[in-house]
């Protein structure tokens, strides 16, 4: 039998790391993907001496081959891959001791802030900060700060933050910087070579693209975090099936190829909803006026598919668009080869109301998928026409 491709190196490029690193085909019977090994338990020669799995939820081969893979796409030395992404957030911050204090962009997911306000509050003190304002940055990350959790793009505004130079700021500080990386993914945006100590992603998006799988992930290269990590995966349990890791991996295959649709379909998108009447601002990184497009172009390589908007009518047009648009379909979660629609203040972010992070009811978050753009475009001229 031929031997498998060899281990990534710095010679491939991300579509073939994406295609084949942990992906070397079945030494027993050449199939070129990796099986789905359902197993829970693993038969070991003698007491004490396992060939390399032992229990399901400590390991197993389909999950350790989507770790590799996903690991090698962040440029990360460890991946370590979870039940959703929001339990691989709080593996993360199970990593601050308690009394630590934690800073979080004051425009993020809803969940994450749920996460840390009413699950570690009462362990951690939390504070939000816009983190794309230096000034604000600098005053809010002091000695006593533990971690920095940003997003870039922001859910559900796409603000830009210079990851360079938050990662500089924390660890001058001697804290950790957290980038989720589930709007940009690795194929725009590799947080850890901008200096980010860890990336967490939710795998459900992008990275498994077609709406059926949750998933979450962690890539991380110092060896003591990581160490941490995989251990609170075991404890805790929060791991994926052998059939979830199955899919988010051959999502990862054809990721590169889908995001460069994302980001031409968003890009048309955008210039219609920048010349209608019934919009009042768009949020799109790739337009020359959005907040932190230069920095967004020194750190990605394309601006993505998720595009924001607020309605001139205000919550009641936001409403009515979401309601007649065809094509974009009225759902939350985002990232997948459909278009989707939804209204952030009583959706995604719901939890956030009253909050720090609450979101103008004006505001409508897209997820633009890769159908065709004309089409796209014209389901939402359609609904926009309806509101003018």
Same mark, same amino acid.
Not at 132 to 139: C, K, L, S
Not at 147 to 159: C, G, I, Q
Not at 224 to 236: H, I, K, T, Y
């Given at each position: 039998?031929?031997?498998?491709?060899?281990?990534?190196?710095?010679?491939?490029?991300?579509?073939?790391?994406?295609?084949?690193?942990?992906?070397?085909?079945?030494?027993?019977?050449?199939?070129?993907?990796?099986?789905?090994?359902?197993?829970?338990?693993?038969?070991?020669?003698?007491?004490?001496?396992?060939?390399?799995?032992?229990?399901?939820?400590?390991?197993?081969?389909?999950?350790?081959?989507?770790?590799?893979?996903?690991?090698?796409?962040?440029?990360?030395?460890?991946?370590?891959?979870?039940?959703?992404?929001?339990?691989?957030?709080?593996?993360?911050?199970?990593?601050?001791?308690? #009394? =630590?204090? $934690?800073?979080?962009? @004051?425009?993020?997911?809803?969940?994450?802030? &749920?996460? !840390?306000?009413?699950?570690? /509050?009462?362990?951690?003190?939390?504070?939000?900060?816009?983190?794309?304002?230096?000034?604000?940055?600098?005053?809010?990350?002091?000695?006593?700060?533990?971690?920095?959790?940003?997003?870039?793009?922001?859910?559900?505004?796409?603000?830009?933050?210079?990851?360079?130079?938050?990662?500089?700021?924390?660890?001058?500080?001697?804290?950790?910087?957290?980038?989720?990386?589930?709007?940009?993914?690795?194929?725009?945006?590799?947080?850890?070579?901008?200096?980010?100590?860890?990336?967490?992603?939710?795998?459900?998006?992008?990275?498994?693209?077609?709406?059926?799988?949750? #998933? =979450?992930? $962690?890539?991380?290269? @110092?060896?003591?975090?990581?160490?941490?990590? &995989?251990? !609170?995966?075991?404890?805790? /349990?929060?791991?994926?099936?052998?059939?979830?890791?199955?899919?988010?991996?051959?999502?990862?295959?054809?990721?590169?190829?889908?995001?460069?649709?994302?980001?031409?379909?968003?890009?048309?998108?955008?210039?219609?909803?920048?010349?209608?009447?019934?919009?009042?601002?768009?949020?799109?990184?790739?337009?020359?006026?959005?907040?932190?497009?230069?920095?967004?172009?020194?750190?990605?390589?394309?601006?993505?598919?998720?595009?924001?908007?607020?309605?001139?009518?205000?919550?009641?047009?936001?409403?009515?668009?979401?309601?007649?648009?065809?094509?974009?379909?009225?759902?939350?979660?985002?990232?997948?080869?459909?278009?989707?629609?939804?209204?952030?203040? &009583?959706?995604?972010?719901?939890?956030?109301?009253?909050?720090?992070?609450?979101?103008?009811?004006?505001?409508?978050?897209?997820?633009?998928?890769?159908?065709?753009?004309?089409?796209?475009?014209?389901?939402?001229?359609?609904?926009?026409?309806?509101?003018?």
């Amino acid at each position: 039998m031929r031997a498998g491709p060899p281990a990534p190196g710095d010679g491939w490029g991300f579509d073939t790391t994406a295609v084949h690193a942990g992906q070397a085909p079945d030494p027993a019977t050449g199939a070129v993907v990796p099986p789905i090994t359902l197993a829970t338990t693993f038969a070991q020669p003698a007491v004490g001496q396992p060939t390399g799995y032992e229990y399901s939820r400590s390991g197993n081969p389909t999950r350790a081959a989507l770790e590799a893979c996903l690991a090698a796409l962040e440029g990360a030395t460890t991946g370590v891959a979870f039940a959703s992404g929001l339990s691989a957030e709080d593996a993360v911050l199970r990593t601050v001791p308690d #009394g =630590g204090a $934690v800073v979080l962009g @004051d425009d993020a997911y809803g969940g994450t802030w &749920r996460l !840390l306000s009413r699950v570690h /509050g009462r362990r951690l003190r939390v504070t939000t900060c816009p983190l794309g304002d230096r000034r604000a940055v600098e005053e809010a990350v002091t000695p006593a700060t533990r971690m920095v959790w940003l997003e870039t793009p922001t859910n559900p505004l796409l603000s830009i933050v210079d990851v360079a130079a938050v990662a500089e700021l924390c660890h001058r500080h001697g804290a950790v910087c957290v980038v989720d990386n589930t709007f940009a993914t690795p194929y725009l945006q590799q947080p850890l070579s901008l200096g980010a100590d860890v990336v967490v992603h939710s795998s459900t998006k992008y990275l498994g693209g077609h709406s059926d799988v949750v #998933g =979450g992930f $962690v890539a991380v290269n @110092d060896a003591g975090l990581a160490e941490q990590v &995989r251990f !609170l995966q075991n404890a805790a /349990g929060a791991v994926p099936s052998p059939f979830d890791c199955y899919l988010v991996l051959r999502g990862v295959k054809t990721l590169g190829v889908r995001m460069d649709r994302h980001c031409a379909n968003a890009a048309a998108v955008a210039e219609l909803l920048a010349g209608h009447r019934a919009v009042s601002s768009v949020r799109w990184p790739g337009l020359p006026g959005h907040p932190g497009h230069a920095v967004a172009a020194g750190q990605m390589r394309g601006f993505g598919g998720m595009v924001s908007f607020a309605c001139a009518g205000g919550e009641p047009a936001a409403l009515e668009v979401a309601r007649r648009t065809e094509l974009f379909t009225l759902a939350e979660s985002l990232g997948a080869v459909e278009s989707l629609i939804e209204h952030p203040a &009583r959706m995604t972010h719901a939890s956030a109301a009253g909050s720090p992070l609450a979101v103008d009811p004006a505001l409508l978050r897209l997820s633009v998928g890769i159908e065709t753009a004309a089409d796209l475009v014209a389901d939402l001229r359609r609904a926009l026409d309806a509101v003018a």
